[in-house]
């Protein structure tokens, strides 16, 4: 019986743990959608638009949920990549120090992959990847703002589904998150299938130093 190679038992733990956090908060935010809305309405007031123009932002409590939710998932898959290079580099003796090495998650998976000669990684998959970083560092950099002389983001959005631009920023709907954690899901499976005799020297080497 083929073992189940390390770090793959982490790795579908952290998307698990993320997969629950999401769904309770998703579901507390549905539950209290009218109460959620009534607070937004009662504190919208000329008072705080006229002094601060962020009110609308401080209690819109569901973007909030989505954009955190897309910085988890991404920190999530960062650290399941570099769990499984670091698991591989075990068994073969790569040119770098995985700890050492930053970058984008698009670029750190390509040198990865490069490195340790990883397959079952497609150019479909590092243009998904390449697109969720973009929304990612919008988020982040810009808080969802995007502005007219972002063409390139602007020309990718206009293909997404579950996400469009509202008064110039990112209005992105919670099921993309849930499609970006399937797809993800997917991505590990199809690399742990795909990298049986590689894996197997990781997990060789690991056994004799038990």
Do not use: W
């Not at 579901?27 to 601060?52: A, C, G, H, M």
């Not at 990112?170 to 049986?196: A, M, Q, R, V, W």
Request: charged share 25%.
């Amino acid at each position: 019986m083929r073992p189940h190679y390390p770090p793959f038992a982490q790795i579908q733990d952290a998307f698990l743990s993320y997969r629950n956090y999401f769904n309770t908060l998703d579901k507390i935010i549905k539950e209290n959608r009218p109460k959620l809305r009534k607070v937004k309405e009662k504190l919208s007031t000329d008072f705080f638009q006229d002094r601060f123009n962020y009110a609308s932002y401080l209690i819109d409590v569901e973007g909030i949920f989505v954009y955190s939710s897309i910085i988890s998932l991404y920190s999530v898959v960062e650290n399941c990549f570099k769990m499984l290079t670091m698991e591989i580099s075990k068994g073969i003796k790569l040119p770098f120090i995985i700890t050492d090495f930053n970058g984008s998650l698009s670029n750190q998976l390509r040198f990865y992959t490069a490195a340790s000669k990883l397959n079952g990684i497609s150019e479909n998959d590092y243009s998904a990847i390449s697109i969720f970083t973009k929304i990612r560092n919008c988020v982040v950099h810009d808080n969802g703002n995007i502005s007219k002389e972002n063409s390139k983001l602007l020309r990718i959005i206009k293909f997404l589904k579950h996400i469009e631009i509202k008064d110039g920023k990112l209005y992105i709907l919670p099921i993309y998150c849930e499609l970006k954690l399937s797809d993800f899901e997917l991505l590990f499976n199809k690399i742990e299938s795909s990298n049986n005799d590689l894996l197997h020297l990781s997990y060789e080497a690991r056994q004799r130093n038990v």
